[in-house]
């Protein structure tokens, strides 16, 4: 029979308490009865044990063995990812949340989001009522909680009413102005969206809602970059803020629109991706031609029928009325003459090439885009122009001129078209489009075996020992570097001529030309050839027995035996070509697994150093406690989000194209080049730029006019020979007309070229100014936590790898995420720590060979021919002959007696001048002191062991210094020193001390002091990111260079210590020392439920309202505070 157990199954510390109170009672009856110490002391010592397991379960030095686990203490409950602090206080779990797999529309806008009517149905908003929407609500509560639009709950009269079971009719009777309807999720109600990882603040946007049917939410692809989202089965979080101000902040704050461009580095983010591109370049090409109906069925895909749309005129009127694909994009960006968008831009696209000699416009790809007034005159539409990540695109353009409304409709237009067109016209990939034809089969056949012929006559020269080596290799680095450098152009070479073999209705070739998918080198692995595989930066290693494979010979060093795969994927791979695929693909895969662990943590750790950081209202950055980070922030007070250029916020050249093409000139007399510069000056000199301009925009406004307009004009002006017209003429003279004398064709000849009236110079003016005010960074912007965003975000991007120097194969520099981490824990030793020194001689080899040789370390090994032991009847001792020839070579500036003296002094021989002496040209002779023969014996065999390592010349700390060519100076030579010694390579005689850099920060913050080390840390930072292809704004890290002497040195808040790491350390510490926590940083705020003082927090309201008529409520009793409960117990 089957009996139940009905024991309770207690919580850990219960079982412990109870097993403290039991051996106490233990000890208390011993105690009476009086048994022996030993015993006592036995269960003494348990009762200590218990009650200390009681805290913290996992002492060290004490044995659970006899456990079967152990219970969980106070401090576990506490301490770790699902502890107390990170758990419950720091990150809770939220009402009105709901979350579901995510697909595509792009149907809808990019500030909409679909959420399923299931999910409408529960999610509710309190709803206040009101005369407009009375007579709604009681709609909603009549339809109640299962019919959409609904509603779950009433507050009538103050009661909570649950519509479920409530009689419906009766409380939509009741229902008054004043009470509160928990209504279902509507169309245009603010929803945040998210999803996780949140590794930036746009990882979490508000959206409209839009009730939908079926069971995903669905959003435009177009935001699919902030969140960093795909379609295989990603899941979203959605949120419903609860009250009126919130759903302002999220609009306002966090709204898609206001989002546009990510805070990094002012790029945009939200653009067209993948499908969208191809579609536009497509559409964009110059052989799409469309007769009336076709057009107009294309511009009607933009609207739904909401939209006025006027026909431009067709391109070409005989035989037959046509428009072009290019018109379509003129559509898009104006749909009618009601529409004050004017885009004036130029930009390069992805096939653009440059030939001296022709005008870019006339590139025979078309690969220049000009836009005039919204009209595109030439140039493709791909990843550059409607993409993200290009401040040249045109959404970004019409963002910067017009606002972000009209950029999200451009882009909603654009979805919508693209989507609708594709799916009519057609876009697949089929196994033709990875056939290679015969010609281009025959070239990759004749590239592969001239690039084999090559390898083979270097290993060749290797095995003969002919090998030339290269600066800073051996012979065997030489090779690898030479057949390596070969086999990679393979690919490259096969990429580009895929890319001109190939069909022009090629997908992947069409993908690869616009940017939305894939690129050369995917193409060319399909079509030819898959390439040589890369572990690590090295060709595939020799495994056992000195091969990679037993396929091959030992010790060989062909191609295909060190992962060179001559097959495309669509011929298919041999065994050990897949073999050494897969070898590659694993370690890409291990590669990420690791690097988004370590990203995550560091991302961590920055936030937490930096989340606190806020600016003032006089624009200074400072911590919640009030100490100034910055004076003013990033030097110049700007937001990065809102540059158009990398540095300065307004684009000089395009604003002045654009005013100049938008601002009609009509009649108005031109400037001359004095009137220029007398309105700039007096514009600039108004208070309004004044007050609000720094003097350095100011001059740099200053300049460009001058520069760029006034000089021009005097330089086309001399040209045409006309008068210069740049001095100012005297008062009387001023209305007298310099170009009398000039004729009506050479004065139309300069206006066409370039005239600017007062209208247009005036409205450009205000431009910059207005452009100016908009950039200034806001008060309240959290920008310790951008930062942190800013550096962690790309981090989870780059890849692990160490980089090398191409050519000096062996000075390898650490990139990626190890350098990064390096960096933020202010490592003392770093993995590839070098110096650049500039020389005085710095275009002298001979001369740079000398610096090197006083700087790189030289042991006694290096330059002696031989160092042997003799004995004779009289003495024995160590002699030694220095090559001579080996130290002229080298360029040292050293002798014989100089070589003895390093051996007498060196610490470790222990041994005096006068055991060492130096004779003729090049020999030593080295004695040893000894008391009987057999200690002489060993002594002299330990001396022969350490002489070949003494240093005898250069920087001990310094492994090697590399001359190399300075990339971006011809002919100029520097010094690369691998190792530590910034202060010695500095003072060296032939350095350019003052222009001597090192990446290790903690060293130059020892030579040079910490600004010095903060301006590495940003140097380095971009350093790394720019190797991968990624760009930080320059003021992110200027906020950084703060945090590098450990949290805890920088903080002083139990709270904040306690949520980070160590938390029971902090709070024991804390305790004993009986600190306090003022509650001012970002982390206690949120543990205490305050609102933080960053962003709308930041200001204080100073007025008291009076305490009138119960409209401010009183506080919440506590379960304690009424009297009632406090019952007097009388013993």
């Known amino acids: 029979m089957y009996y139940m157990n009905f024991t309770s199954n207690e919580d850990d510390l219960t079982a412990k308490l109870t097993e403290i109170i039991y051996s106490n009672a233990i000890i208390r009856a011993a105690l009476e009865k009086g048994v022996t110490m030993t015993h006592l002391m036995e269960q003494w010592d348990f009762l200590q044990l218990s009650a200390a397991m009681y805290i913290n379960s996992e002492l060290p030095g004490v044995q659970t063995a006899n456990m079967s686990k152990p219970g969980r203490g106070l401090c576990q409950r506490l301490k770790g990812k699902q502890g107390r602090f990170r758990g419950n ?28 009517e299931l999910v409408a149905k529960i999610l509710t908003y309190p709803e206040r009522v009101f005369a407009g929407n009375i007579e709604r609500l009681r709609k909603a509560i009549l339809n109640g909680f299962h019919v959409h639009p609904g509603a779950n709950y009433a507050v009538v009269n103050g009661n909570k009413r649950v519509l479920k079971f409530d009689s419906r009719k009766s409380i939509a009777a009741e229902l008054k102005i004043g009470d509160i309807v928990e209504r279902h999720l509507i169309d245009g109600d603010v929803v945040l969206f998210n999803r996780q990882p949140s590794l930036h603040r746009l990882s979490i946007m508000a959206h409209f809602a839009k009730i939908k049917p079926w069971r995903t939410f669905r959003f435009n692809e177009c935001v699919c970059a902030p969140y960093n989202a795909d379609f295989d089965g990603d899941e979203m979080n959605m949120h419903v803020p609860q009250t009126e101000e919130a759903r302002t902040e999220a609009m306002e704050l966090m709204g898609v629109k206001n989002n546009l461009v990510t805070p990094r580095n002012g790029q945009p983010l939200i653009a067209a991706t993948q499908d969208f591109i191809t579609a536009s370049y497509l559409l964009s090409n110059k052989d799409r031609f469309y007769n009336r109906a076709q057009f107009t069925q294309i511009c009607s895909m933009m609207g739904d029928a909401e939209l006025k749309i006027e026909i431009p005129s067709p391109t070409i009127i005989k035989p037959e009325r046509l428009w072009t694909g290019k018109q379509i994009f003129n559509v898009l960006l104006r749909p009618n003459s009601k529409s004050p968008v004017m885009v004036n831009v130029e930009t390069k696209n992805k096939s653009f090439t440059h030939k001296e000699g022709r005008a870019n416009d006339l590139c025979p790809a078309d690969g220049y885009l000009v836009v005039r007034n919204s009209e595109i005159m030439c140039g493709l539409m791909d990843k550059s122009t409607v993409g993200d990540g290009n401040k040249n695109s045109v959404f970004y353009i019409v963002l910067r001129d017009y606002g972000p409304v009209e950029s999200a409709n451009c882009m909603n237009r654009l979805a919508k078209l693209c989507a609708r067109w594709l799916a009519n016209q057609g876009f697949s990939i089929g196994i033709n489009d990875v056939t290679p034809g015969d010609n281009l089969r025959k070239i990759k056949e004749n590239k592969v075996e ?106 060989s060093k062909i191609p295909a035996a060190k992962g060179f795969v001559r097959n495309s994927f669509y011929t298919g791979l041999t065994p050990t070509e897949f073999f050494f695929h897969a070898v590659s693909g694993r370690e890409g895969l291990v590669d990420t697994a690791v690097k988004t662990a370590e990203t995550g943590y560091m991302q961590r750790r920055l936030m937490k150093a930096l989340e606190d950081l806020t600016t003032h209202y006089d624009s200074s950055v400072r911590n919640s406690v009030g100490g100034v980070v910055q004076f003013c922030y990033g030097g110049d007070g700007l937001d990065p989000m809102t540059l158009e250029d990398d540095i300065i916020p307004v684009e000089f050249e395009r604003n002045l194209k654009h005013i100049k093409a938008s601002v009609e000139a009509g009649n108005d007399t031109a400037l001359l080049p004095w009137q220029i510069l007398r309105i700039t000056n007096e514009e600039l000199g108004k208070p309004n730029w004044i007050k609000s301009c720094t003097e350095d925009y100011i001059n740099l406004v200053r300049e460009y006019i001058q520069k760029n307009v006034a000089d021009r004009l005097v330089t086309l002006r001399k040209q045409v020979g006309m008068q210069e017209g740049i001095a100012e003429p005297n008062e009387e003279y001023e209305d007298v007309d310099i170009d009398a004398d000039a004729d009506d064709a050479t004065k139309k000849v300069v206006d066409n070229r370039f005239k600017i009236t007062e209208k247009q110079l005036r409205e450009y003016l205000r431009i910059c100014w207005a452009k100016y005010m908009k950039a200034k960074i806001e008060p309240g912007t959290a920008v310790g936590a951008l930062g942190a965003q800013s550096i962690g975000e790309p981090g989870t991007q780059m890849t692990l790898k160490t980089f090398h120097f191409a050519g000096v194969a062996s000075m390898n520099i650490t990139l990626g995420v190890p350098r990064i981490k390096e960096i933020i824990n202010a490592a003392k030793n770093i993995s590839t720590p070098i110096i650049t020194a500039e020389l005085v001689a710095n275009k002298d080899q001979k001369a740079a060979r000398i610096v090197k ?93 350490a002489l070949p390592k003494i240093i005898v010349k250069g920087i001990p700390s310094v492994n090697r210094a590399v001359i190399v060519k300075d990339e971006n100076r011809p002919g100029v030579k520097q010094l690369l020193v691998e190792g530590y010694g910034m202060l010695q390579v500095m003072t060296t005689e032939g350095v350019i001390g003052t222009e001597t850099t090192s990446n290790h920060i903690m060293e130059v913050q020892k030579v040079l002091g910490i600004e010095a080390a903060r301006k590495t840390i940003i140097n380095e930072i971009q350093h790394t990111m720019s190797a991968h292809g990624m760009t930080i704004d320059a003021r992110h890290g200027e906020v950084l260079g703060i945090t590098r002497f450990g949290i805890a040195k920088m903080k002083d808040s139990v709270l904040m210590l306690a949520s980070f790491e160590k938390t029971t350390d902090h709070l024991f510490e804390a305790s004993l020392y009986s600190k306090r926590d003022s509650i001012e940083g970002v982390s206690e705020k949120i543990i205490m439920g305050i609102p933080m003082s960053i962003g709308t927090g930041l200001f204080k309201l100073i007025h008291v309202p009076e305490k009138d008529n119960g409209r401010i409520p009183p506080p919440r009793k506590l379960l304690f505070d009424t009297p009632e409960h406090h019952v007097k117990v009388s013993y």
Request: charged share 25%; net charge neutral; proline share 4%.
């Open 89 to 116: 206080l720091s990150g809770k779990r939220v009402d009105f949340s709901g979350r579901t797999v995510i697909s595509p529309d792009p149907n809808m806008r990019i500030d909409q989001v679909a959420v399923p």
């Open 450 to 555: 001239e690039a084999y012929k090559v390898c083979d006559n270097f290993i060749a020269s290797y095995q003969k020992g002919q090998l030339e080596t290269m600066a800073g290799c051996n012979e065997e680095e030489t090779l690898e570097s030479e057949v390596s450098g070969v086999l990679s152009r393979v690919r490259g070479d096969l990429g580009k001529i895929c890319m001109t073999e190939l069909n022009k209705d090629n997908a992947p070739l069409i993908m690869a030309m616009c940017g939305s998918k894939g690129s050369q080198i995917n193409v060319s692995q399909m079509v030819a050839c898959v390439g040589q595989q890369i572990i690590s930066g090295k060709r595939i290693p020799d495994g056992f027995q000195d091969r990679s494979l037993p396929h091959f010979l030992k010790h």
């Open 853 to 945: 040789g006083r700087i790189e370390r030289t042991l006694l090994g290096d330059i002696a021919e031989f160092i042997e032991e003799v004995y004779t009847p009289d003495q024995c001792y160590i002699g030694l002959r220095l090559d001579m020839e080996a130290i002229l070579k080298l360029q040292l500036e050293t002798n014989v007696y100089e070589v003895a003296n390093a051996i007498a002094s060196a610490p470790k021989l222990k041994i005096g001048d006068s055991n060492v002496h130096a004779q003729k040209p090049d020999k030593i002779k080295v004695y040893v002191a000894a008391k009987d023969s057999t200690s002489l014996y060993y002594n002299l065999k330990s001396l022969k062991r």
